[in-house]
């Protein structure tokens, strides 16, 4: 089982940055595939990026591909999510989950993850 704790969230202007952190508890943190996701007002939770145990594949939504980047520490048990070139349209709170595998599979739908953190709030003004 691992536990997620989220950090790193904020006000900030179109066009800046924020990278956002996600903690996990437990010894086996390189053993989770993980990802992020977000939620805005009113709709549904949905996929941003998603990285594998290692950190050689990485798979990101449209809407941020080219503007954010995932990785991660797995000496530190921490992923990231460093989101560049904001939008107002990426407001939202950001979500990091993680699922057991082994296999190098990157999973980027909600039903595919086990564990979730409490959320981040990121807020992008106009």
């Known amino acids: 089982q691992v536990q997620l704790v989220e950090s790193g969230g904020g006000l900030v202007q179109t066009g800046g940055s924020l990278r956002l952190s996600c903690a996990a508890s437990?010894?086996?943190?390189?053993?989770?595939?993980m990802g992020w996701f977000r939620q805005a007002p009113g709709k549904e939770r949905e996929f941003v990026a998603a990285?594998?145990?290692?950190?050689?594949?990485?798979y990101y939504a449209d809407s941020v591909k080219g503007r954010f980047t995932i990785s991660r520490d797995n000496a530190k048990n921490t992923v990231y999510l460093q989101m560049n070139s904001l939008k107002p349209e990426d407001t939202a709170v950001y979500y990091c989950a993680a699922e057991w595998d082994y296999s190098g599979t990157v999973y980027t739908k909600k039903y595919e993850y086990s564990y979730w953190g409490q959320g981040t709030q990121v807020t992008v003004s106009s």
């Open positions: 990285i594998n145990w290692s950190g050689g594949r990485t």
């Open positions: 437990g010894r086996t943190f390189s053993s989770y595939a």
